[in-house]
Structure formats: C-alpha cells, structure tokens
Nanobody, 127 residues
C-alpha cells in the first residue's frame, strides 16, 4: 500500500526553524518527483517546494526562497523540508505529494498532477 506520512510540524516562534519529513512506504521515494504544499485556513493549497525525480533539481515559491530547502535521503526513503526564518504567514498545514508520471517537471505547482498525498502536518508560527 502506497502511503506518504508527514511529520515534524509544531509550534515555533517567528524567526525559528522546523524540519518537516515526508516518509514513504510502499514505493521508493527517490523514483518520483516530490512536492511540498501548504494550506492555511480559508486559503487555497499552494506549492512551496519541489524536487524532481530526474536530476534532483529543485524549485521554490517566491515567498520561501532563501529560507526553505528541500532535500532527499534515499537511504531513508524520506524527503525533507528545512524551514528557517519562519514567519507568521508560513503557518499552515503542510503536505507532501508524489508525482509518478514526471509531468510536474514543467508545472510543479499543479496539484492535479500528483498521485499520492500525505495527511499533512500542522505548522504554527507564533510568539
């Protein structure tokens, strides 16, 4: 059974850091493109970061560039999202998603291209 599980969310003060993990079971994560998305209350789900399956190239939303870093650990079958200098506007439920077709290389923020989604992990940024 294919499953993605996010973890690492929590409460952090502005300026703080968190590292989110996306663990996969039932398939090898490095074979697929992985996207991180977030959804705040009353807002649409938006793309945050992306790592391709082909060459490991990465993409970031403008709002997180220079603060967030996506990476893979193939041995652990895990993708990470390191989030630094967190702001209150980063607060949301964060989701990872896997694309098994490779089509997201051209449009990494297209939610409909992702085949598998995790259940999400809550990130709260508040003093």
């Amino acid at each position: 059974q294919v499953q993605l599980v996010e973890s690492g969310g929590g409460l952090v003060q502005p300026g703080g850091s968190l590292r989110l993990s996306c663990d996969a079971s039932g398939f090898t994560l490095y074979a697929y493109a992985i996207g991180w998305f977030r959804q705040a209350p009353g807002k649409e789900r938006e793309g945050v970061s992306y790592i391709s399956s082909s060459d490991g190239s990465t993409s970031y939303a403008d709002s997180v560039k220079g603060r967030f870093t996506i990476s893979r650990d193939n041995a652990k079958n895990t993708v990470y999202l390191q989030m630094n200098s967190l702001k209150p506007e980063d607060a949301a439920v964060y989701y990872c998603a896997a694309d098994t077709t490779g089509l997201t290389i051209a449009t990494p923020w297209a939610l409909y291209l992702y085949d598998y989604w995790g259940q999400g992990t809550q990130v709260t940024v508040s003093s």
